[in-house]
């Protein structure tokens, strides 16, 4: 009786339990994911909190060093709080690495995809071109889109995503031309599998850990990208701040005031490593084989 | 008996750099409902390409027919359009493999393994799938299959592997089951077990199952009908016992001398000499002659000899076979 009960009731498991487990194995990873999860916070809910506004221009107060007076992280040349720039740029900064990532992975794993697990002509023409893409240093690339588009949100998260999705593409072709040809794919077609069920169920559960690595470091590369062509003024326009552009109003007062460097560069900093080593961690969470019993 | 696959004069060529290399050539035989046949051969002797050829998995040239005779319908898988081809594969006729370690994917629980098919088989929703998977453990005696469900592959043994990837071919009850060395990676009281099982579950389903080996003690256990390949063509067709006490072609012979004996006497083991000709580079005549302690110089080696028929069940591709019988 109550072993039938129990059969009936057989609950579809929940995916991921043992992989929070790996993944908080890996110290460095938690310590990755808490800084991150303090920029976002802190870029999202900071300006509610934070007295001052982050263009309101104060020329009685220029140039206050952190930690002294008022303003908890000084003021820059026009004596705006840095604080409040620095979450506002959190915002756009965050924002625009989470979404150039997104968009970069999810167009090149599909063309890696697509490329691998056809091959032949179809797969020779996608890799070329995504050679051929790559053979642009991606900084003049990214001005040279940047020169012909207006500069919004939207226009340089494309744009970046533009440049960054060609080696996920060979990274996930790499991966899914050696896969392709495992016992467990060739069984997968026998049991009558879709190409689309082979590629997208079987083989790129198996890539996800390349994936997600590439992943995280896109994010870096996407806040790096974004503070490149705002140093060179294609970005976000100010009055609007971004990490990248509070970095380059910075440069002149390097000797002068060198917090206005260091607070942007360390939030940089801060989120790359914290994304580098989220990266690992997810990598180990993701893997199933790695649970040691 | 009703045949329920049928193969016709099959080929496979693979078309390579070297030259077209014909891996099968002329391949027939039938398979009925309930019925194991046992396809042997060394490696090499095409037995595997014939198997992928009938599931229209290879990547060679495939000629000839298979024919899958069921209840309501009678189709040429070999002119099958691939969207039905693969509503037929893991369906109607599914595959286990040599290796269960490398065919059950390492990232997927078993449970999403199972259940998957049944999904795009049988149009099953999540739940129920899974409801089936665990039934189809249970079938093929994993214990606690329930929590087995949830489990990945690298956390079971060989011989629970091979179980899983046996659950995953019978999910939609096939009409046909390949199996292509499945018990060669397990231990031999393993294989046991899993030959025991397959036997149990074919009893139970009536599918035909068709067996792939090179280990005759294998064949004994389970095979009904043996097909013995060489060289990528049948030399040899029996039922189980006349073909094992009275095998007609030398070939045949040479493999039985060839399997070691439990007994407390040491035989020395005679094995054939040689190797399985290169299929691009295949001797004249017959493939075995330059191999055949019996190999008559001008006839062996002139032209390929016809598969005879030394009465209604027995099949030998020897021209020398009435002679050899005589002595």
């Known amino acids: 009786m109550t072993l039938a009960s129990a059969s009936t009731e057989i609950a579809v498991p929940r995916r991921g339990g043992r992989g929070a487990r790996r993944f908080a194995r890996h110290r460095l990873a938690l310590v990755g994911s808490c800084t991150i999860l303090f920029l976002i916070i802190a870029s999202a809910l900071g300006p509610y909190i934070n007295p001052y506004d982050d263009l309101h221009i104060d020329i009685l107060h220029r140039f206050q060093p952190p930690f002294v007076g008022l303003h908890l992280l000084g003021t820059d040349q026009l004596g705006r709080d840095m604080l409040a720039r620095l979450e506002m740029a959190g915002r756009i900064s965050l924002t625009v690495g989470f979404s150039a990532m997104a968009l970069s992975i999810a167009f090149g794993t599909i063309i890696g995809v697509v490329a691998g697990f056809y091959g032949g002509i179809l797969g020779a023409v996608l890799m070329r071109l995504v050679d051929a893409v790559l053979c642009f240093p991606s900084i003049f690339l990214l001005l040279a889109l940047a020169a012909f588009v207006e500069p919004t949100l939207l226009s340089i998260t494309v744009i970046i995503a533009a440049t960054a999705w060609m080696e996920v593409a060979r990274l996930v072709e790499a991966q899914i031309r050696a896969l392709r040809d495992r016992d467990f794919a060739v069984a997968a077609v026998a049991l009558g599998a879709s190409d689309r069920m082979i590629m997208f169920r079987e083989l790129i559960p198996n890539a996800i850990a390349a994936v997600i690595v590439a992943a995280t470091l896109n994010v870096a590369r996407a806040i790096l990208l974004e503070s490149y062509i705002s140093f060179l003024g294609y970005g976000i326009q100010p009055p609007i701040p971004s990490w990248g552009n509070m970095l380059n109003n910075a440069q002149e007062y390097l000797v002068s005031a060198p917090w206005l460097a260091i607070i942007p560069g360390a939030a940089i900093t801060l989120a790359v490593t914290g994304f580098n080593f989220l990266g690992d961690g997810l990598r180990d969470a993701l893997d199933p084989r790695l649970d040691v019993r | 008996m009703s045949a329920v696959l049928e ?321």
């Not at chain 2, 039905?84 to 994917?105: D, H, K, V, W, Y």
């Not at chain 2, 795009?120 to 929590?147: F, K, S």
Request: hydrophobic letters at 45%.
């Open chain 2, 7 to 327: 193969v016709v004069d099959l080929s496979v060529q693979f078309h390579t750099d070297a030259g077209v290399v014909p891996a099968v050539n002329g391949v027939s035989f039938t398979l009925d409902r309930g019925e194991t046949l046992a396809l042997v051969g060394e490696s090499g002797s095409g037995k595997s390409v014939t198997s992928l050829a009938i599931m229209r998995l290879t990547t060679g040239r495939v000629r000839g027919h298979v024919v899958l005779r069921e209840a309501d319908a009678q189709r040429d898988l070999l002119s099958l359009p691939e969207p039905e081809m693969r509503e037929i594969r893991g369906s109607r006729i599914a595959m286990i493999f040599q290796e269960p370690a490398t065919s059950l994917n390492p990232v997927l629980t078993l449970g999403e393994q199972i259940a998957e098919p049944m999904r795009y088989h049988r149009n099953m929703n999540r739940a129920a799938a899974w409801r089936e998977a665990e039934r189809l453990l249970d079938l093929v005696g994993i214990p606690d299959a329930c929590r087995r469900l949830a489990s990945y592959p690298h956390q079971l043994s060989g011989g629970m592997r091979q179980r899983a990837m046996i659950a995953i071919a019978l999910a939609c009850e096939p009409a046909v089951l390949i199996a292509d060395e499945p018990t060669t990676a397990l231990d031999v009281t393993v294989q046991a077990q899993i030959l025991e099982l397959l036997r149990e579950l074919q009893a139970r389903t009536g599918m035909a199952l068709m067996f792939i080996t090179h280990n005759l003690g294998v064949v004994a256990e389970i095979a009904d009908k043996v097909v013995v390949m060489y060289a990528g063509r049948v030399v040899e067709q029996a039922p189980l016992r006349p073909l094992f006490e009275r095998p007609l072609m030398p070939y045949t012979s040479g493999l039985l001398r060839s399997v070691p004996r439990l007994t407390s006497v040491r035989e020395k083991l005679t094995a054939i000499p040689g190797n399985v000709p290169d299929p691009a580079h295949l001797p004249d005549g017959c493939s075995f002659a330059p191999r055949c302690e019996h190999a008559v110089a001008g006839r062996c080696d002139a032209t390929v000899p016809d598969l005879e028929a030394a009465d209604a069940e027995h099949l030998v591709r020897c021209v020398r076979w009435q002679e050899l019988v005589a002595a």
